[in-house]
């Protein structure tokens, strides 16, 4: 791990959050980047610097509301590696010498999921604002701790869905929110590719929590998972399962169905949200047409005016209509992250992806492991959503 001590916040956790370079604070609205009045620049330190954490540095150094400081990890070398030699940002090893700099206000979080726990609350004990990779923590009962926590403190706690800030899925939420589907049918999701088999945890934490966050984010308030059900696999002997499938059922009336593998000499990225009006399908490794706006479906036809043999022949009626193509601007998905995560912080509010949100893709991950260990055993989730509406 990368902290074993004890961090005592000593005092308000407002005085951990004092920034001390002035520049111009950008901000996104309406898909363009605009400048206003001089702001401090938030002072960042990102903690990790293996497979994700050089992306968060990179991303950092060009988000212009971040200042970043520090990269932290136990391998001082590799820590230096990837800043190379031209830079301001100091490498160290040491996370308490990152919090004891009242020059950072916020810290980004890139390590194993089960030092997340200890390193967010150590961060959020010395007043740190913090985002954190998928999942939140390791368990639903450590993310309760930690989102009361920082709303005890006032401080943002984000996670990193990256996929949320995709244009296309920001697209997609538009669209279905704004009820121009319909109402929600189904989704199929497709994730799979020859994949790195991680040592920590099975292909359902691994890749899952990006297509339930997903589906988290783009679904209208009225409708939520109800159930879960999961189906799992290793046959290569790895100890962990590494193909799975999952279907969640919807309050709706719909079905989500999430096909994760690491095992498939294919790559697909594909989901399909389907409606009563329209059906949208994105393939996020066709650039050229990430999504497709479909007016095709089966529409349900009234029966009770008609006689029974009638009614038996027009049970339904098939829609063909056009299919479009939206324009989707061009932007780095991370760097919207982190544009998010230094607006929510100077603006004193919850950031799109927040703890609470985190809280519940943890909920479905359990549920889903419970699930599978049960050979595929539908698992209620209305305990769990009764606990995260309480939080």
Not at 116 to 133: D, I, M, N, Q, T
């Amino acid at each position: 791990m990368f902290w074993r001590g004890v961090i005592s916040a000593g005092g308000s956790a407002r005085k951990y959050a004092d920034v001390y370079t002035t520049t111009k604070r950008y901000y996104r609205r309406g898909g363009a980047i605009k400048a206003c009045k001089e702001m401090p620049q938030i002072g960042l330190a990102v903690v990790g610097a293996g497979y994700w954490g050089p992306n968060l540095v990179r991303t950092a150094l060009a988000t212009p509301a971040l200042r970043l400081k520090w990269l932290c990890d136990l391998d001082l070398e590799r820590a230096r590696a990837v800043l190379g030699l031209q830079t301001t940002v100091q490498a160290t090893s040491s996370y308490d010498t990152v919090l004891d700099d009242r020059g950072v206000a916020a810290v980004a979080i890139a390590t194993p999921a089960a030092t997340h726990f200890e390193l967010v609350s150590a961060a959020l004990a010395a007043g740190k604002h913090v985002l954190v990779e998928k999942p939140l923590t390791a368990s639903t009962g450590e993310a309760d701790k930690l989102i009361a926590r920082a709303q005890e403190l006032g401080l943002v706690l984000m996670c990193d869905h990256t996929y949320c800030y995709t244009p296309a899925v920001r697209r997609v939420r538009k669209i279905v929110r704004g009820g121009g589907i319909g109402d929600i049918q189904f989704v199929d999701s497709v994730r799979i590719n020859l994949g790195l088999i991680q040592p920590d945890v099975d292909v359902l934490w691994d890749l899952a929590p990006h297509d339930l966050s997903i589906l988290d984010f783009v679904l209208p308030d009225h409708v939520a998972p109800i159930a879960i059900a999961a189906h799992t696999a290793d046959p290569i002997g790895a100890g962990r399962a590494c193909l799975g499938y999952l279907s969640v059922w919807m309050s709706n009336g719909a079905l989500a169905h999430l096909h994760v593998n690491w095992l498939s000499p294919t790559k697909i990225r594909t989901t399909v949200f389907g409606g009563s009006k329209q059906t949208i399908v994105w393939d996020d490794l066709n650039p050229a047409a990430r999504l497709a706006l479909h007016d095709r479906g089966v529409d349900s036809v009234p029966t009770e005016s008609l006689a029974p043999e009638e009614r038996r022949q027009a049970l339904i009626s098939y829609r063909i209509g056009d299919t479009l193509v939206p324009a989707l601007p061009e932007r780095e998905a991370l760097l919207s992250v982190m544009a998010e995560f230094a607006d929510a912080i100077a603006s004193g509010r919850q950031a799109l992806t927040d703890g609470i949100s985190g809280r519940r893709i943890l909920a479905l991950l359990e549920a889903a492991s419970r699930s599978a260990e049960s050979g595929g055993t539908r698992i209620s989730l209305e305990s769990a959503t009764a606990a995260a509406a309480m939080i």
